[in-house]
């Protein structure tokens, strides 16, 4: 059974840039698939952020590129989120899955996506205040 728990700070000052990990167990990060990091942002839905492959590849939803880097610690098993220059507007939920290459595309194309396939963690809040 996979189990994938983000952590980090809850609130992020803006400008500051926001650090998120995502802890994995029963499965190997650099033997199988997708490891995505989703968010929750109120009002508007499920937005993809981006991704790192098994073989390390990333993959980045282009309207957050330029703020955006996933990373990994083979040796914990577990990858990263980073996020720069943040705003109120990047409150939200946050969240990290395992996704294999059929949802990884879907979130390619769509960007904003509306099922929650693959494993996710339980999420966790990261609020930037006004």
């Known amino acids: 059974q996979v189990q994938l728990r983000e952590s980090g700070p809850g609130l992020v000052n803006p400008s500051q840039t926001l650090f998120l990990n995502c802890a994995v167990s029963?499965?190997?990060?650099?033997?199988?698939?997708?490891w995505s990091w989703i968010r929750q942002v109120p009002g508007k839905g499920l937005q993809w952020m981006g991704a790192?492959?098994?073989?390390?590849?990333?993959y980045y939803n282009p309207s957050l590129k330029s703020r955006t880097s996933i990373s990994r610690d083979t040796s914990k098993n577990q990858f990263a989120l980073q996020l720069t220059s943040v705003t109120p507007e990047d409150t939200a939920v946050y969240y990290c899955?395992?996704?294999?290459?059929?949802?990884?595309?879907?979130?390619?194309?769509?960007?904003?996506?509306?099922?929650?396939?693959?494993?996710w963690g339980q999420g966790t809040q990261v609020t930037v205040p006004t």
């Open positions: 790192i492959a098994s073989t390390g590849y990333t």
């Open positions: 029963g499965a190997s990060i650099t033997t199988n698939d997708y």
């Open positions: 899955a395992k996704w294999d290459h059929a949802a990884l595309n879907t979130a390619i194309a769509a960007l904003w996506i509306t099922y929650r396939s693959g494993a």
